[in-house]
């Protein structure tokens, strides 16, 4: 294992001026224009000062980064979009990969196949892939970067019926520890393949990634009905009913949450407690209107915004409710079952939700996402029915205390209801450890850290959801 890492007082000037002046890309010190910038996450609650931010131009630049960081003994974090909450992207003292240069996205309508930079966000993905109707399954916020989303699995509005992120990955160009750019894919670096899908963080530095994408859009039928949080102890179960039999072309979630305090949205309706049934249909509108039509029955809605959406609006819809700067403390929870007593107790927890931003989902999964075997990627707790997330949002310093303690206080409490199984792109602050990160991936923990052994055997990538290397 690596020893103490160096830091910004011990960095070698020799060795650190050669290394800056072989990239291509731009290198940001504390107190160098753009260095803030650069540092700052999705999620305010971080504020880290590394050493060296390296802005890489392309692979060359990360393969010597990997090796600079190697030699020179530094910590090192990887920056895709810098979404993740646990805001693993930035550290004290070390250097930072920053792929925030590297955004280029390539669409070919022949193989339906699109090849994206690792700094690529989902919202740059998608408006490319829909200039020829396709899509590749991402997440639900566009800001967020396809790089950490994928590599821990990536659930979003197509989980049902084209699977996770992951799902549709058909190869990656990584930089491992040893500053080699590999192929991984089905044929090639099978192992490798096999890791980075679910457990990539732990492997290297993504540099490109292959998916296959799918026709969809331009238009989809969407559910997206407010009702009265004081109801929601009789919609939710009948919500449950309802998804559990829907076929895999709706994937549906139903949220504790307030009227957001701006238009769309009435006036006399701003800040009301309200359940949000939504769901998205992956298929024409006019197969998906009756799908949908059911939850909006649910009870008498305050707002139905149902209909049909631009798939590219869909997907930058939430973009608003979560902006970068916000505080922000996420977890989650695999059920194998949703009971009325644990509908019930989430419900009083809802009722108890520290701010108006934070809010409760329950994501119902199943469907392409569950028919994936179990070992055939290092993501697990794929035949989980539902995922239940706290999501503590918050935009006054002042609140964080209050708002962390909830969010820790209902994981535990939804501890009882659960498989034990957990979505490591919803890791708090990951504070948990080994921990959280064995309940993440289950029966595929000792698999995965025989392969970190091999691929990273001094633990070099470590700023993460860590697997340490075996023996």
């Keep these: 294992m690596a020893g103490e890492p160096a830091t910004e007082a011990t960095l070698n000037p020799e060795a650190t001026q050669a290394f800056q002046e072989g990239l291509r890309g731009p290198v940001l010190r504390p107190g160098d224009p753009g260095y803030d910038d650069a540092r700052a996450l999705w999620n305010g609650l971080i504020d880290r000062r590394p050493a060296l931010i390296v802005q890489c131009s392309g692979a060359a630049d990360v393969v010597d980064a990997v090796n600079f960081a190697r030699e020179q003994n530094l910590l090192v974090s990887i920056k895709g979009g810098g979404h993740n909450v646990a805001g693993n992207a930035v550290n004290d003292g070390g250097l930072v990969i920053d792929l925030s240069q590297m955004r280029g996205v390539h669409v070919d309508p022949s193989t339906q196949t699109v090849r994206a930079q690792g700094g690529a966000t989902?919202?740059?993905?998608?408006?490319?892939?829909?200039?020829?109707?396709?899509?590749?399954?991402?997440?639900?916020?566009?800001?967020?970067?396809?790089?950490?989303?994928?590599?821990?699995?990536?659930?979003?509005?197509?989980?049902?019926?084209?699977?996770?992120?992951?799902?549709?990955?058909?190869?990656?160009?990584?930089?491992?520890?040893?500053?080699?750019?590999?192929?991984?894919?089905?044929?090639?670096?099978?192992?490798?393949?096999?890791?980075?899908?679910?457990?990539?963080?732990?492997?290297?530095?993504?540099?490109?990634?292959?998916?296959q994408a799918h026709p969809v859009g331009p238009m989809v039928m969407v559910g997206a009905v407010f009702y009265p949080q004081e109801e929601a102890r009789a919609i939710v179960p009948a919500w449950r009913d309802y998804v559990v039999s829907a076929p895999e072309e709706l994937s549906s979630i139903a949220l504790f949450w307030n009227v957001p305090p701006h238009e769309p949205f009435p006036p006399e309706l701003h800040g009301k407690p309200v359940v949000v049934v939504a769901g998205a249909y992956s298929g024409s509108v006019e197969d998906g209107e009756p799908v949908v039509q059911p939850l909006r029955e649910l009870a008498e809605p305050l707002i139905d915004l149902s209909g049909p959406w631009p798939w590219l609006g869909l997907q930058s819809g939430f973009d608003a409710l979560y902006p970068k700067g916000a505080f922000y403390y996420w977890k989650s929870r695999a059920f194998g079952e949703l009971p009325d007593e644990a509908i019930d107790e989430i419900a009083d927890w809802a009722e108890r939700r520290p701010t108006p931003l934070t809010d409760i989902v329950i994501w119902h999964h199943g469907g392409a996402m569950s028919e994936v075997d179990e070992d055939a990627t290092a993501y697990a707790g794929r035949d989980v029915p539902f995922l239940v997330t706290g999501e503590a949002s918050w935009d006054d310093r002042s609140l964080n205390d209050e708002a962390i303690a909830w969010g820790r206080d209902f994981w535990a409490a939804m501890g009882r209801h659960s498989t034990g199984g957990v979505y490591l792109n919803f890791p708090g602050l990951g504070e948990e450890k080994e921990a959280l990160v064995r309940a993440g991936y289950g029966a595929n923990y000792d698999r995965l850290a025989e392969l970190k052994a091999k691929y990273d055997p001094e633990n070099l990538f470590r700023m993460n959801m860590n697997i340490a290397p075996a023996g």
Excluded at 141 to 161: C, D, F, N, P, Q
Excluded at 174 to 188: H, N, P, W, Y
Aim: net charge negative; glycine share 16%; no cysteine.
């Design 122 to 211: 989902w919202g740059e993905t998608d408006r490319e892939a829909q200039l020829f109707g396709l899509a590749v399954p991402g997440g639900v916020v566009s800001t967020t970067g396809i790089a950490g989303l994928t590599l821990h699995g990536g659930v979003g509005h197509l989980r049902r019926k084209l699977g996770l992120s992951i799902d549709s990955l058909r190869s990656v160009d990584i930089v491992t520890a040893d500053g080699q750019l590999r192929k991984a894919s089905a044929t090639e670096n099978e192992d490798l393949f096999w890791a980075v899908r679910g457990a990539g963080s732990n492997f290297g530095v993504v540099t490109s990634f292959e998916f």
